[in-house]
């Protein structure tokens, strides 16, 4: 039985230290640099998963050794059996979550693969608002925010070159004695599009900062 130990944004990042060395040999790079690519991607892998067993590190070192394409495609297909799948959240979750939106819509959770999901992300157009819901210490959590488009820019999450908005969300912490009428907004650069930057992600750590600074 395959135990899955891989989520989305590790995956992600093994296929871009991959690629990187598929680049290399594809490009016909001397073979000591083929090699210093090849141990900087290992490192780069082994250092995401810190509590890996030996069965699970051997799964990820598959890849040592080969120089071809369709060995490289082959090794990333091979990982499918262990992706971890984004925790089950329904659609009545994700209204609780939410409570003074009375007409929330939410996203066909049906149609995703929970496999390469990091977070759920989706925009509400008619109120201008983004939502974002993620796992965080073992409780599933919810944060909206305003929704103002950009231009091209570099998504805080992911760090992809794309359309971005600036996503602006009102923090739950207030300091001792403030005004009823204090409030704090952090605001990042994120993707528009939920789905391509969980394709890029491949740290959460940024995602799970900001959250925290939200909610608590």
Known sequence: MNT?????????????????????CNNGADPKVVEAVE???????????????DSQKHILEQFVGLRKTEEFQQYLFSLEPYL????????????????????LKTPDLNVMDRRKISYLGWVDIATQKLFLVYHLNGQTVGVQGRYTPANKGVCFLCNGIGDV????AITKSKPANASPDYYK??????????????????????????????LY
């Open 165 to 168: 908005a600036l996503f602006s």
């Open 84 to 103: 971890e799948e984004f925790s089950q959240v329904t659609g009545k979750q994700i209204t609780k979550l939410f409570p003074k939106n009375k007409k």
């Open 4 to 24: 899955p130990f891989i989520r989305n944004h590790h995956y992600n990042l093994i296929k871009k230290q991959v690629g990187q060395l598929q680049h290399a």
């Open 185 to 214: 907004a952090i605001g990042n650069y994120m993707c528009v599009d939920s789905h391509t930057c969980n394709q890029k992600i491949t740290d959460v750590r940024v995602l799970e900062k900001f959250l925290q600074e939200v």
């Open 39 to 53: 141990f900087n991607a290992l490192s780069h892998i082994l250092d995401s998963f810190p509590e890996t067993t």
